[in-house]
């Protein structure tokens, strides 16, 4: 396949794979180096975040107790509770009109109830709510039943218009308790008695308010156990935490609580028990709900989870859209119930449960950053840690989608992919263009070289030049190039001239046929001709001329000879050949048929025969002609041997050679079948004869009877 292409076509494809391979080898360990980056700083925001979760979590929650131990230390605060519980005594032995406690009962059985076993089960009895003593029923009845304002806002009215001490108590704290918690974000604030568990203040004024955390109805709450670790820790100014549970007078909401002493100079007073809001959790775990502006991206959320395996904060896709949030979690096959109890509370905290491998580690007293499959199943790239806050173990998860985590790196990947087409294609071209350029002089080269081999005139090929003007070893090879050119025109020139003498020689030693023949690489040749004239002459008086003469005279006159004679077998298209003694042998239609080659040889007899003529004129010479002309059929041969000849055999080769053995000095003899032939063109007459009657023939013996000699061409007109 290789060898088949151009070497500009393999200089491309060098080119293009030592491109390629370098910037694969760049761009994968660029890929790779960059991967890491990318991939370690996408893990490092993803643990700063979490962190910063951490830390903002931590700060509110050591904010809160630090605020609830100041309010525990706090001079009004102590001075409430001393008065709230000295005025919540003296209303222990008021009356309660019946149509107060029926009122109280149909505030519970309408309102109460229906909202709070909406959400979790229990008995809608009147009785098992209903405080246990007479304050509290006063209490809940002036400040819930008769409370102008609607369920949420109770906390509005700053004094029932019983004139009791507890109201002028109340009008006078409630409006700067109520100002604590809003300021510091409080829930509630609830002011518990030490001794009694009566709650004998608070500032929401929910179901909770005026009644007994030892017997009431919400004995077995974490607010009551808020109490009880009080209790338990009686150290001034120390503020304690319980978890959240789900608590009842907030109608099944998630609370949590914090817990301080109230001391009285040496006297423990009460208890100091501040609800912590969800909000505040929930808006900095969500951002306030601005994700994206965090660093979470569209999937990305932080999220709080208990040794419970509850949240403790909600999640972002319930937050953003609770409908497909419930779709899925049916999918996922959570119980019905908690999916009804997410949708009533409109929350997830206390209600679902997040068993994955990262909670379970971080409750281990573990963290890092890893990709796993989150509560949805989904795979994400989560940062976990565990949370410890005043005693209570906590999990911190910070959490993305992985393809939304990995999106830099794709994006990255891509980016990559086509800047490394982008530059394959402009490697492509710059291949394409250097290799042009590298090829450049070798096709000036080429095309040289094949105006060298093409060139058939001398002046083309002289005409032949690369013309590469640059001093590095192309330059060196078109000089050289251009000089071996050169050195071709002239072997050329001298080859050509040298073809030229050896053809002239062939042609002197050769018939044209055999000549062309040899040329074409026949080796053999052969030649038989079915009917041609043969013309056998000797030229006589050379020797005596020689006696005479000077030699360069003789030359002379032997050069002009054969110049006339060549002229002559030229005009009348006879092929000569070579013969030894003064002897000429003449052809006429060996190599070129003609249908007069008869009288074509006569007439070259005869123009010799006035060559000489004048020759003897011009050099005072006695150069006589004997010629003999016979036609019929031919046969020739070049022979091989140590000088290359070519030889003629048949009749009519003998016949012509003895006519001119008996020609007369100027006579010129032809057979039979040319007289019969050429009789109305020449004018003939029989040979002389001796004095016996017979033909004379001198010293060499008698002529044929069938000669006949030639006295000339006959005159148009002429007998």
């Known amino acids: 396949m290789l060898n088949r292409l151009s070497v500009k076509s393999k200089l491309v494809l060098l080119l293009l794979a030592v491109s390629l391979v370098s910037a694969l080898v760049v761009g994968i360990l660029g890929w790779r180096s960059s991967r890491a980056a990318l991939s370690s700083t996408i893990l490092e925001n993803m643990t700063a975040l ?44 008021s009356t309660i009109p019946a149509e107060w406690d029926q009122a109280l009962d149909a505030y519970y059985t309408s309102q109460f109830f229906p909202r709070l076993f909406a959400n979790l089960p229990g008995q809608a009895d009147y009785n098992l709510y209903r405080p246990q003593n007479q304050a509290g029923l006063h209490l809940q009845y002036q400040y819930i039943v008769a409370n102008r304002f609607d369920i949420g806002e109770k906390l509005l009215l700053d004094s029932a218009d019983d004139e009791s001490d507890y109201s002028k108590v109340h009008a006078y704290y409630h409006p700067r308790l109520r100002n604590i918690m809003r300021k510091y974000g409080f829930y509630d604030l609830f002011l518990v008695s030490f001794e009694t568990g009566d709650i004998v203040y608070t500032v929401a004024k929910e179901a909770d308010y005026a009644s007994n955390l030892d017997q009431g109805p919400f004995r077995r709450s974490n607010l ?25 007078p907030s109608y099944g909401a998630p609370a949590a609580f914090w817990a301080a002493p109230l001391y009285n100079g040496n006297h423990l007073v009460g208890v100091l028990v501040a609800q912590i809001s969800l909000d505040t959790i929930n808006q900095i775990m969500t951002s306030n709900q601005q994700w994206a502006q965090a660093g979470l991206g569209a999937t990305g959320e932080t999220y709080l989870v208990g040794a ?45 449960e997040i068993d994955s491998p990262v909670v379970t580690a971080a409750l281990q007293n573990q963290e890092g950053t890893e990709f796993t499959t989150n509560y949805l199943h989904r795979s994400v790239l989560s940062s976990y840690q565990p949370l410890v806050l005043e005693g209570l173990q906590w999990a911190l998860v910070a959490e993305m989608d992985a393809d939304e985590a990995y999106a830099p790196v794709s994006a990255f990947q891509r980016q990559l992919l086509v800047a490394t087409v982008l530059m394959i294609v402009m490697l492509a071209f710059l291949a394409v263009g250097i290799a042009y350029l590298f090829m450049r002089p070798v096709n000036l080269l080429v095309a040289g070289a094949r105006s060298v081999d093409s060139a058939t005139v001398d002046s083309e090929l002289s005409a032949v030049a690369v013309k590469i003007h640059s001093h590095d070893e192309w330059g060196e090879l078109a ?100 013969a030894p003694d003064q002897r000429l042998i003449a052809v006429c239609g060996l190599s070129t048929p003609h249908l007069d080659h008869s009288r074509r040889t006569v007439d070259f007899a005869l123009a010799l025969r006035t060559i000489l003529q004048r020759l003897n004129t011009r050099y005072q010479g006695q150069l006589k ?84 000699v030639v006295v000339g061409a006959r005159q148009e007109g002429g007998a």
């Not at 929650?61 to 008065?83: G, K, W």
């Not at 156990?225 to 009842?248: H, K, S």
């Not at 062309?516 to 001329?545: H, N």
Request: glycine share 6%.
């Open 479 to 578: 000089t050289t190039f251009n000089e071996m050119a050169q050195g071709v025109h002239q072997q050329r020139v001298l080859l050509r001239a040298k073809e030229q003498e050896v053809t002239q020689l062939l042609h002197n030693l050769l018939p044209m046929s055999a000549v062309q023949r040899m040329q074409q690489g026949e080796t053999e040749i052969v030649e038989q001709a079915p009917q041609v004239t043969i013309c056998y002459l000797r030229i006589g008086g050379v020797t005596a001329l020689a006696q005479q003469k000077a030699a360069p005279e003789v030359a002379a006159l032997l050069q002009d000879l054969m110049t006339d004679v060549n002229e002559a077998a030229g005009r009348y298209d006879l092929e000569q050949l070579p």
């Open 625 to 708: 002609i004997y010629g003999g002309v016979h036609s019929g059929p031919l046969s020739g041969a070049v022979l091989h041997g140590a000088k290359m000849r070519y030889e003629l055999w048949g009749e009519i080769v003998a016949g012509a050679q003895q006519l001119s053995t008996e020609a007369e000095p100027d006579q010129i003899l032809v057979a039979q079948p040319l007289y019969d032939r050429l009789q109305e063109q020449y004018t003939f007459q029989r040979p002389v004869k001796d004095q016996s009657g017979s033909p004379r023939t001198g010293q060499r013996g008698t002529t044929p009877p069938t000669a006949w």
């Open 50 to 93: 979490r962190r910063n979760r951490a830390d903002q979590i931590t700060a509110y929650f050591r904010h809160m107790r630090y605020t609830v131990e100041v309010l525990s230390e706090d001079d009004m605060v102590v001075e409430a509770m001393v008065r709230f519980n000295r005025a919540f005594r003296q209303l222990e032995n």
């Open 308 to 352: 419970d395996r509850l949240l403790r904060s909600d999640l972002r896709p319930r937050i953003e859209d609770p409908a497909a949030y419930q779709t899925t979690l049916t999918d996922l096959g959570v119980a019905q119930r908690t999916i009804e109890l997410i949708r009533s509370f409109d929350t997830t905290i206390l209600l679902q």
């Open 224 to 248: 009551a156990d808020a109490l009880e670790l009080v209790r338990n820790n009686t150290e001034r100014g120390t503020a304690q935490l319980i978890d959240f549970a789900l608590y009842r």
